[in-house]
């Protein structure tokens, strides 16, 4: 098992703070997009975090394939609708603003939602439905991306890897959030395997050949090349129910594109016709509705709480420790993190000493 290294929050939040400032994000966005990252690390989600700050967001910023500032236009607005365009900026930024909008016309009348197009990576999709936890309310959001998936009975990338993220209140310390891909794994995650050495779980990808790929640097290229696919949830064709996860990144494709009027599916790839990187146009959607529209905050919470009691309390399988629910080891690595750090990977060092030399932050590094 690869070493970590181990870090303080302070100081990689002050890091990513003044790399995204020195690549032309302002302050506050800079903040934003700080923080979203950091949830993610912070949730022990490690393909979202730091090891996705240099190369989906500085490397994006210096290839000019996303834009550092982000001009929010405001497309069409109703007492509880809004799209906006977020012409390239900062996917964080903007999502972030979006949600805090769709939590504000729920107050006012139950429910509120914001469609996004031209926008960017967004980050942990679970960041903004806990913002809408925090205020008592449902949140739900999703958003399409690059092509990753192959529809059921094919191998070609169509689908993005598509999160259907929901987040619900409880009267526990921790609240239901539900943040997974619409396929079996994410390109971030087989991103992490390339970069520890690890080899990807048979069955996640499908090549050209309909046969499963196991090569995480492999996969990666072949990805970029379309020569393999990520399996939605199910896998593989229909005997696991493939067609499910198919079905779902489908709805979240067309809630992401539709709703907007923005770019679909192989629209997203981020290259042009001649093959050269551009930019990605990616569209994003946010609800949030407010439990106290319905029977009240207390009682939802309650009753979300009992559910997630008796589920854990069920009879656990054999050899099995405990039962979890959505959002609890997330919870329990929070708990562990916050005293001990962050976790550093040897290439999440060299992401960190790249950006640290080639912006000339001139940080003392801790390693």
Known sequence: MEEKVYVSWDFIE???????????????????CTDVLMESDKRGIDSHG?????????????????????????????????????????GMVVSYKAMEEAIQKAKKYGMGMVAVRNSTHYGIAGYYATMATKAGMIGITGTNARPS???????????????????????????????????????????????VGKQTPKGMVVGRDGLAKTD??????????EKAALAPLGGIGEELAGYK?????????ILSSALQAGNFLKMLSGRDKEGNKTKYHL??????????????????????GDILRDLRNS??????????????????????????GLPLTKASIKDIKEVNEKLNLKFDLPF
């Open 14 to 32: 002050k890091f990513m703070v003044e790399a995204f400032k020195k690549v032309g994000v302002e302050e506050n966005e800079a903040k934003i």
């Open 50 to 90: 730091i090891n996705r700050f240099k190369p989906i967001y500085i490397d994006r910023i210096l290839d000019k394939i996303q834009n550092p500032h982000t001009k929010i236009d405001i497309l069409k607005e109703t007492p509880t609708t809004k799209v906006l365009d977020a012409n390239d900026g900062m």
């Open 149 to 195: 998936i192959a529809p059921t009975f094919g191998v070609e990338n169509m689908l993005g890897t598509n999160p259907l993220t929901i987040g619900l209140p409880t009267d526990e310390e921790f609240p239901f959030v539900l943040d997974c891909a619409t396929s079996i794994t994410q390109r971030g995650k087989i991103e992490y395997f390339a970069k």
């Open 216 to 225: 995480s640097k492999q996969i990666l290229s072949d990805l970029k090349n």
């Open 245 to 253: 996860g198919y079905g779902y990144a489908t709805v979240v494709e």
């Open 283 to 304: 569209g994003h959607f946010f609800i949030a509705i407010d439990t106290e529209a319905f029977m009240g905050l207390d009682s939802f919470k309650k009753t979300a």
């Open 315 to 340: 009879e656990v399988a054999p050899k099995e420790k405990q039962i979890y629910t959505a959002g609890e080891k997330e919870y329990l690595a929070w708990q562990e993190r916050k005293v001990t």
